[in-house]
């Protein structure tokens, strides 16, 4: 009984691995030709789960497995960046289509990070040197 249990687990296992890679293969394509938030998010969702399959299934241990695990990791870090840029951008277009204090905040914003400390801390009623 025991063999049948262990057998069931481990056919769910590879399916849920298969479903991972055809997910993976299918968001990688579309997030490299296009500019799909959704599908960099499904694809770093896809990775995440199909490396948790593999260690489940303990193919890091197998020849090639390792490398396998590495290279997920590698491709979740860079599109991680990808993503952050596209919630930053989704953001800034947020804040720029919002009333014009908003913008004045924004402008604020991009003055002190070209320097302009001053501008951005006199309106928060605060100065840089000032103790808090």
């Known amino acids: 009984m025991s063999g049948a249990f262990d057998q069931t687990n481990l056919q769910n296992l590879v399916r849920y691995q298969h479903e991972q890679l055809v997910r993976f293969g299918a968001n990688l394509g579309k997030a490299l ?6 599908a960099v998010h499904d694809l ?3 990775s995440r789960r199909l490396h948790d399959a593999l260690d489940v299934m303990d193919l890091g241990s197998v020849e090639g497995g390792g490398a ?9 870090k860079g599109f991680r960046r990808v ?3 596209d919630v930053l951008r989704i953001s800034l277009r947020e804040c720029a289509d919002t009333e014009l204090p908003g913008r ?5 914003w991009t003055g002190f990070c070209h320097g302009d400390a001053n501008g ?3 309106g928060l009623g605060a100065s840089p040197g000032a103790a808090g």
Do not use: M, P, Y
């Open 33 to 38: 030709s296009t500019e799909d938030v959704d």
């Open 44 to 46: 770093r969702v896809a």
């Open 68 to 76: 396998v695990q590495a290279s997920l990791k590698r491709i979740r």
């Open 83 to 85: 993503r952050d840029l």
């Open 104 to 108: 004045k905040r924004l402008a604020k």
């Open 120 to 122: 951005f801390f006199s």
